[in-house]
């Protein structure tokens, strides 16, 4: 199935999580907003996330409806909704869907508005946002934030407390109880992270612990900090200043799926693929089988916890630039070969959702265009396998 989203949208999250918690193999696609003909064409017209596409062809819009559909029809999901909990559990999907999004979407909207990649999606969204509650609204909502936060945190105070005892809203396993709160959080997470990780540690370990079974992590979520650029600038230059180059992998970031990570300490390189379980290595471009990222450069940009949602494949601490290394230059890493490859590598819009406007503005600067800040694409020339910590050697 195809699940069609925006990253910040708390109803298709709500779904999406629904639909990771009960293991199905889903494909997440992002729609820009700005951009929604696929997903009018494929809804004759309706042109909200989410909406599900199910393998038997048939279309799904809403998120409550697709949930019902998904727990009804399909065996795979029929843990989600215990029989003798389904009125307290809907009853708390409809209770977070409504009166709990009510306060967070205000809370979260002023900065979602600033992180759209273009001028018309920031227009598009204040513009309908203005129409339904009023010129200013936005602005009214940044100026209340800490009342608006003051009424998040009182609404949160329940869950809280149930979450204080409990590993899940409604007992040891997760429902979807737990994915609409989850869909609310991330969408405060996107928009107002610094509220988020002020409230008591329950919540924040509530996510772990459901994150940790929804997949592997970190699971599409934004950076935990979007750092300016007078910041990144600053650890560059102190990177650069205080150490010489220790030519190690120091990352091997694996996407097994859209949005889906894994760190292994070793794993394999295989010739005109990529990286095994890489989806990349099935569907990506033959000049792009593999990425490598400076780690001064990602390290500039987030903590290295982060590291993974660059999308990367191999980090490496090695001059990357385009002084240093040309297009068919050989890269010997481990049992492998690698060719670097002239296919351009900028950051786009994902980039920007997970690192903020100032990152992709900083990794695609014109003047510093030629340091490749946001990687290097290579092909895999000779398969073998890769280990954290392998030097690489030029060849
Ligand atoms: N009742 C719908 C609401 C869906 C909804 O409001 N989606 C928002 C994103 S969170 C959307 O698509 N907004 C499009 C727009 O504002 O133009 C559901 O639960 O799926």
Not at 47 to 57: N, S, T
Not at 118 to 129: D, G, N, P, S
Not at 365 to 391: C, F, M, N, P
């Amino acid at each position: 199935m195809k699940l069609y989203r925006f990253a910040y949208s708390c109803y298709a999250r709500f779904a999406q999580a629904v639909i990771d918690l009960a293991g199905v193999p889903c494909e997440i696609v992002e729609v820009p907003f700005g951009d929604r003909e696929a997903l009018a064409r494929l809804t004759r017209g309706y042109i909200q996330v989410p909406v599900l596409e199910r393998d038997d062809g048939t279309v799904l819009t809403d998120s409550r409806r697709i949930v019902e559909t998904l727990c009804r029809d399909d065996a795979r999901f029929a843990g989600l909704v215990p029989p003798a909990q389904a009125a307290v559990a809907w009853a708390y999907v409809d209770w977070a869907n409504n009166l709990f999004e009510d306060v967070a979407f205000r809370l979260s909207s002023p900065a979602i508005a600033r992180r759209f990649p273009t001028h018309f999606e920031r227009a598009l969204f204040v513009f309908i946002k203005e129409r339904k509650y009023g010129t200013g609204c936005l602005d009214a909502w940044f100026r209340d934030a800490d009342a608006i936060g003051a009424r998040f945190e009182e609404l949160l105070a329940p869950t809280l407390a149930t979450l204080a005892v409990r590993p899940f809203l409604l007992g040891d396993k997760p429902t979807i109880a737990d994915a609409a709160l989850y869909g609310q959080i991330v969408m405060v997470e996107y928009g107002a992270a610094d509220r988020l990780a002020a409230l008591p540690p329950q919540l924040l370990q509530w996510k772990a612990r459901l994150e940790a079974t929804l997949g592997a992590p970190p699971y599409g979520r934004p950076a935990r900090e979007h750092r300016p650029r007078a910041a990144m600038d600053a650890a560059l230059a102190a990177a650069t200043a205080g150490s010489t180059r220790t030519a190690r992998l120091e990352l091997i970031v694996v996407r097994p799926a859209v949005d889906h990570r894994a760190t292994p300490a070793e794993a394999a390189l295989v010739q005109d693929r990529g990286l095994t379980g890489d989806h990349w290595a099935t569907v990506g471009k033959p000049k792009a089988q593999v990425s490598l990222m400076d780690v001064r450069v990602a390290g500039a940009i987030a903590a290295r916890d982060d590291w993974s949602l660059f999308g990367d494949n191999l980090f490496v601490d090695l001059d990357i630039g385009e002084a240093s290394l040309r297009p068919g230059d050989r890269l010997a890493i481990g049992g492998a070969l690698l060719e670097i490859t002239d296919e351009p590598h900028l950051g786009c819009r994902k980039l920007m959702a997970r690192f903020g406007a100032d990152a992709l503005r900083w990794v695609n600067a014109k003047d510093t265009r030629t340091d490749r800040r946001r990687g290097v694409y290579a092909r895999v020339i000779e398969s073998g396998a890769i280990h954290v910590g392998d030097a690489i050697e030029r060849r």
